[in-house]
């Protein structure tokens, strides 16, 4: 699957952002941005897909990813 460019909302008076999903059945398609991305995962599981790894994931977890890097969550 090749993964699509996302264009990050940016904000100019702000050097970074912060955003608090609560999702029931969360999904994302294979996707890839310019900016880092930190993740802290509160409560759920499943698996993620981040560049060519494939892993579970689970409540308590932090991930940081890198520029460019494909990613997506199920």
Do not use: C, Q
């Given at each position: 699957?090749?993964?699509h460019f996302h264009k990050v909302p940016i904000h100019v008076e702000s050097s970074f952002s912060i955003r608090h999903d609560v999702?029931?059945?969360y999904s994302t398609?294979?996707?890839y941005h310019r900016e880092?991305?930190?993740h802290f995962l509160i409560?759920?599981?499943g698996l993620r897909f981040v560049g060519d790894n494939i892993s579970h994931f689970a409540s308590g977890e932090?991930?940081?990813?890198?520029?460019?890097l494909p990613?997506?969550?199920h």
């Amino acid at each position: 699957m090749k993964p699509h460019f996302h264009k990050v909302p940016i904000h100019v008076e702000s050097s970074f952002s912060i955003r608090h999903d609560v999702i029931l059945n969360y999904s994302t398609y294979l996707h890839y941005h310019r900016e880092y991305e930190l993740h802290f995962l509160i409560k759920g599981e499943g698996l993620r897909f981040v560049g060519d790894n494939i892993s579970h994931f689970a409540s308590g977890e932090i991930i940081m990813l890198g520029e460019n890097l494909p990613h997506g969550w199920h």
